[in-house]
């Protein structure tokens, strides 16, 4: 069992950036690839980025290559997601998110989520 608990969303203006955290309890933490998804008003939550359980292999979704990192500490039982140039169209709630799997979908352990709003 894992429990998530995502933090350091906000307002920020276009072009700014933000570094999101979340913390993980349970045991295994190492063992689990993390996640980040978000969903926006009137939309489907969609992938943004996911990093197996060594932190040797990261996927991303288009959207955000380039702009988003994702990484984690293993010792803090901590992901991150550091989210640079900010746009509008990122204005989302995030979530964290924990499978066995690296993958982009289906993941079997969801945090409550952070606001992020990007103002133009």
């Known amino acids: 069992q894992v429990q998530l608990v995502e933090s350091g969303g906000g307002l920020v203006q276009a072009g700014g950036s933000l570094r999101l955290s979340c913390a993980a309890s349970g045991r295994t933490f190492s063992s689990y690839t993390m996640g980040w998804f978000r969903q926006a008003p009137g939309k489907e939550r969609e992938f943004v980025a996911a990093i197996r359980w060594s932190g040797g292999i990261m996927m991303y979704a288009d959207s955000v290559k380039g702009r988003f990192t994702i990484s984690r500490d293993n010792a803090k039982k901590t992901v991150y997601l550091q989210m640079n140039s900010l746009k509008p169209e990122d204005t989302a709630v995030y979530y964290c998110?924990?499978?066995?799997?690296?993958?982009?979908?289906?993941?079997?352990?969801w945090g409550q989520g952070t606001q992020v709003t990007v103002s133009s």
């Open positions: 998110a924990a499978d066995e799997r690296l993958k982009s979908y289906d993941y079997a352990y």
